[in-house]
């Protein structure tokens, strides 16, 4: 029988796993022998650093104060994301992995790997290169390089990479993500039974920690939110788009102004990284097909109209007021993106609220300050 765990202590629980990168789930699959390997991207495939002993943990810089060391070797004018993970690498926070796992997504990541490489060497790394076009081409060349990254992990770790141990991870992340995107469809209620700061949590903590142990999570979730029967009023519905977004209390800061987040496409969101991957075919074929087709990624060429469609999509369908486009500070993929978006979804008649950050969640007050003003530009 399942113990039924109240909500705010639940959120306790989750909160507790994404204070440090090494929490106590992490320690307990260590401990159990489990091998803890670093991501920075959703274009790393998931399932792939499932398989056998294998975890995902997506790497975050929670508590990171400043970045002066790491500005030291990336400079102050690139993205923040990747000088927090920098910082806290030459800070040791990360040693208890056993490797990283990048994708060379933007410029800013690539300079990271590098930093990494002579830096803090990880004892395992790999660069995936995916293509910035989705053609034949692309998906032969993604293929190689999914196989180049099997090859790496089996004779580094020394483990079955088959294709039957990949497909098994892709059905049993499917699982996951099906009941995770049955939780996330709930907000289609007009008075959701949870707010955006929770769902957001238990997003982030299930990216935080292997899966396999947090099995249960998605389902006391569930119940905690319907034994409490609603999570309060709210002014406005919101749909959050953009990158790197992997702290909860910065969604918190925009609910707390009488928002509420229906919706979240952004790197670490359910849209689009709970979309399943197909079962049949080759697995590593089916990887490759879905990074290119349903990551939707902005540095992908040719597809803005498909990219800004489907948020338009997401938008009506969680009956979202407005859309707030968050960006972190000097990222041009996300950059360019935002400027293109705001022009299309205000064509589409979706109210826009565009806002550039720090990857550190802070001046609370003056986002306060946006947040209202937009909701109350949308009541008049
Ligand atoms: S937020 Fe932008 S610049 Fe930073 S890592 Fe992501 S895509 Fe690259």
């Not at 209390?249 to 990284?273: K, L």
């Not at 590593?284 to 469609?309: H, Q, S």
Request: charged share 25%.
């Amino acid at each position: 029988m399942r113990v039924l765990l109240k909500m705010n202590n639940l959120q306790e629980y989750l909160a507790g796993l994404l204070d440090d990168p090494c929490n106590e789930v992490v320690e307990q699959a260590v401990a159990y022998g489990m091998i803890p390997l670093g991501y920075t991207c959703s274009l790393i495939p998931e399932p792939v650093l499932s398989a056998g002993r294998l975890f995902p943990l997506r790497l975050r810089a929670p508590g990171v104060s400043g970045t002066e060391t790491a500005d030291i070797y990336l400079s102050s004018v690139i993205c923040s994301y990747t000088r927090s993970l920098l910082e806290l690498a030459l800070d040791s926070k990360y040693d208890f992995l056993k490797g990283w796992v990048f994708a060379a997504s933007c410029d800013h990541l690539r300079r990271l790997y590098d930093n990494l490489g002579y830096l803090n060497k990880p004892e395992f790394s790999f660069i995936l290169d995916v293509p910035h076009k989705n053609n034949e081409a692309a998906m032969e060349w993604l293929e190689l390089e999914l196989e180049k990254l099997r090859t790496a992990l089996s004779s580094h770790f020394n483990i079955d990479m088959s294709d039957e141990v990949i497909s098994t991870s892709i059905k049993e992340n499917n699982i996951m993500l099906a009941e995770l995107r049955s939780i996330g469809d709930m907000r289609k209620e007009a008075m959701p039974l949870f707010t955006g700061t929770e769902f957001h949590r238990l997003m982030m903590a299930l990216q935080a920690a292997p899966r396999k142990l947090l099995s249960d999570i998605p389902g006391r979730f569930r119940d905690a939110a319907l034994k409490r029967g609603g999570a309060g009023k709210f002014r406005a519905r919101f749909m959050i788009v953009g990158g790197e977004l992997d702290d909860p209390a910065y969604t918190g800061v925009i609910e707390s102004m009488g928002g509420r987040v229906v919706a979240d496409r952004y790197c670490t969101g359910s849209f689009p990284g709970l979309e399943p991957i197909s079962e049949s075919g080759k697995p590593l074929a089916a990887i490759a097909l879905y990074i290119l087709e349903k990551n939707r990624c902005p540095r992908m060429m040719e597809e803005f109209d498909r990219r800004a469609d489907y948020i338009i999509n997401i938008a009506r369908e969680y009956s979202a007021d407005g859309i707030i486009i968050q960006t972190i500070k000097f990222c041009d993929t996300w950059g360019v993106e935002s400027s293109l978006l705001v022009a299309a979804l205000r064509d589409a008649g979706i109210p826009v609220l565009r806002l550039e950050r720090e990857y550190r969640t802070g001046g609370e007050g003056q986002l306060r300050t946006r947040v209202q003003a937009f909701i109350e530009s949308m009541k008049k």
